[in-house]
Every structure is written in C-alpha cells, then in structure tokens.
C-alpha cells in the first residue's frame, strides 16, 4: 500500500484538484468522467484505504477499481515503474483484475424528479448566480423549475398548483444516517413565501445538518441552512420553533448554541432570543462591532476584505464562541443588546 501511496502522489500533478485529506486518503476530480465540465474545483474522486489495500472510487459517474490499476490507466509507463519498486521492496504483486463497476440506471423517484444539481445549471442561470454570489457550497443545492407541481406529488393536502409555478433554490434535510427527509425552498426572485419547507417523512424534523453532527460536541443552531453551512457542527430548524424541535432531540440544553439573526431592533427576533434563554438554552448576543444581519453576509463581507472562505468561517465562528450567554448572564447581555 505504502509503494501505491507513493506513486499516487507522483501522479498527483495531472490529478485535477488533488488533496490529501487523512491518512490513506486523497481526494481529485475524476479522470474518467471529467466531474464537472462547468465547474473545474468539483471533485468527487476519492483513493481510500480498505484492508491493506487502495481503491479508487468516483462518486458522480460510480466507477471503481483498484489504485494500481487506476495508475496503469493514467500512466501505464508509471505503473511498470510502481511494479518495479514493489519487487525490489519484495512485496509480491500481482496485476488485480479490473473491477470497474457502472452504476445502473435507475428509475427517478417522486423525489428526484424535476430536481437539477445546481452545479448542472448553465452559467448564466439566476440560481446558480444567486448561489455564488453568496459563496453558498454549491454541492449541498439543487434547482427545481415548477416548485408547486412538484412538492403537491408529495404533500396534495398542504401544496396546491398556481396558475404560474415558480422555481426555487432547494436544500436537502437529511436524516443523520444521510437519508434525505425533506426539502427547503428558496424563492430567489419575485414575490411570494421566501421560504418553504416540504417534508417526506413525517416521522422526521425540518432539520439541516443533522448528518454532519459529531457527537459530544457543541452544536451551534440557526434558523437557515445559507447560514448554518459555514459553521461546523451546525444544524438549522427549518420549520416551527427552534426550542421546541430542540428538545425533542434528548440532547443536554448546554449542548446546543442558539444563534440567532444580529437585528437588535427587530422585536420578533428579541422575543425569540428572550425565550430561548427563558427555556435554559445557551444563546448567541452579538457584540456591537457587527453591522452585519447574518452569518451569510458576516462571511461574504470578510471574502470582499481579502480573506478566504475558510479564514472567513473560522473567525465568525470565533466570534460566536466568545459570545455566548445563558441564564443571568444572557439576560444583562440582552437588555443591553436590544435597541427596542
């Protein structure tokens, strides 16, 4: 494996977008499928560790096979070289068969229908547009053109179909073992509800990020997925009140961080910061320094001054970590706060 590591790296300089992401594992984009034609950063190619042995797998086009054999593919003359290394270090070696596996064709469900990976849009498409312009990970969204027609497949009682249907930017929820839940709607133009959510069990919450969590640690909470995206361990409560879908999650209330929009003078947002405090959960008070309203326009105001996405996500992160009140404390912190 280590003589396959090493050649791996050799290799990595005609590899788009390689990165080594952990021990025995690299991440590019595939060589075989082209990943995304339109979008050269996407990569969702992976070489990975299992047993004592790599493997390679692209999670768009599906095909895999061995790391030996997806270095003779690339460069044939590398891979004799690799074979070589590999008889002087008296590691046997044996050319592996070439199990290259094609995902078969699957009929759409409900679900899937109508829904176009944002990354698929052209490049002058309005949703793929709004998405960048708020430096949004343009792999967590998806597009759907007749927003109505499709959720009334899934909801007949609660969606009904309008003269004219309207397109919306859509967020999946997902469960945290990854199954997909349910949906959140972002009407990017024109007028109408900005935001709907359409459930597809309803045995489970409106929650983005639960398939992110890791457990043990503090979770911070938000009312929008645009915001949760950029903070880890994140989650967003898209539908209902936040305390009330909280506890329903059997987690310790000092577990969780409630973040709230930075709107001192809006008395909607003061009354839900009041009961989030009153309900003992630990809660988010900016300090007067931010002029921003939310986490999206925190981040893509620091991306205008010069830093990266990543330096820009830490320190509102930061931010929030030093800002954080509850019980006595949070009350002084939020009589201070208002501005109502």
């Given at each position: 494996m ?5 050649f791996?790296?050799?290799l990595?300089?005609?590899l ?6 952990g021990?025995h ?20 190619g992976?070489i990975y ?5 790599l493997?390679?797998?692209c ?14 593919k690339?460069d044939?003359?590398?891979w004799?070289?690799?074979r070589l290394?590999?008889?002087?270090d ?11 596996y094609?995902?078969?064709?699957k009929k ?8 176009v990976p944002?990354?698929?849009?052209s490049a002058?498409h309005p ?5 960048q312009?708020?430096n ?12 109505h027609?499709w ?9 009904k179909?309008?003269?004219r249907?309207e ?8 469960s945290?073992s990854?199954?997909i839940?349910?949906?959140q ?7 109408g509800?900005k ?10 919450p ?6 992110r ?8 909470v938000f009312?929008?997925?645009f915001d ?7 989650i967003?409560?898209?539908g209902g ?7 329903n ?8 961080v409630v973040?709230?929009d930075n709107?001192p003078?809006?008395k ?9 405090i009153?309900?003992k959960?630990?809660?988010?008070i900016?300090?007067?320094t931010?002029?921003?309203k939310?986490?999206n ?5 620091r991306?205008?001054?010069g830093?990266d ?6 320190n ?7 800002n ?9 912190a939020?009589y201070s706060y208002?501005?109502?």
């Open positions: 280590y003589v396959e590591e090493h791996v790296t050799l990595s300089s005609r788009r977008n390689f990165k080594k992401k021990p594992l690299y991440n590019m984009s595939c060589p075989f499928c082209g990943d995304s034609k339109r979008h050269t950063r996407k990569a969702r992976y560790a299992k047993g004592s042995n493997n390679f797998i999670h768009r086009c599906g095909i895999g096979m061995s790391a030996s054999n997806f270095i003779k690339i044939d003359g590398l004799q070289e690799m290394a590999r008889y002087r008296k590691q046997q070696f044996t050319e592996q068969p070439e199990p290259i094609k995902p078969k064709k759409q469900s409900v679900v899937q229908k109508g829904l944002i990354e698929d849009l002058d949703a793929l547009l709004y998405a312009k708020r949004l990970p343009l792999e967590e969204l998806f597009w759907i053109e007749k927003f027609t959720a009334a497949k899934l909801e007949p009682d609660r969606f179909i309008p003269p249907d397109g919306r930017l859509m967020v999946p929820l997902k945290p990854g199954a839940t349910g949906f709607g972002r009407l990017i133009s024109g007028e509800v935001y709907l959510s359409v459930k597809i069990n309803d045995q489970e409106l929650i983005w990020g639960r398939d969590l890791r457990k043990g640690r503090q979770i911070f009312e929008g997925p949760a995206m950029f903070i880890p361990n994140a967003a409560c898209c009140d936040i305390t009330m879908e909280l506890v999650m059997n987690l310790p209330k000092d577990q969780f973040v709230y709107e003078r809006s909607h947002t003061i009354k839900k910061m009041q009961k989030a009153d309900k959960f630990p809660i988010c900016w300090p007067s931010i002029r921003e939310d986490i326009e925190m981040i893509n105001s991306i205008e001054r830093e996405i990543g330096e820009a996500s830490y509102v992160w930061f931010i929030i970590k030093n954080i009140y509850s019980g006595l404390a949070a009350e002084i939020l208002k501005k109502i």
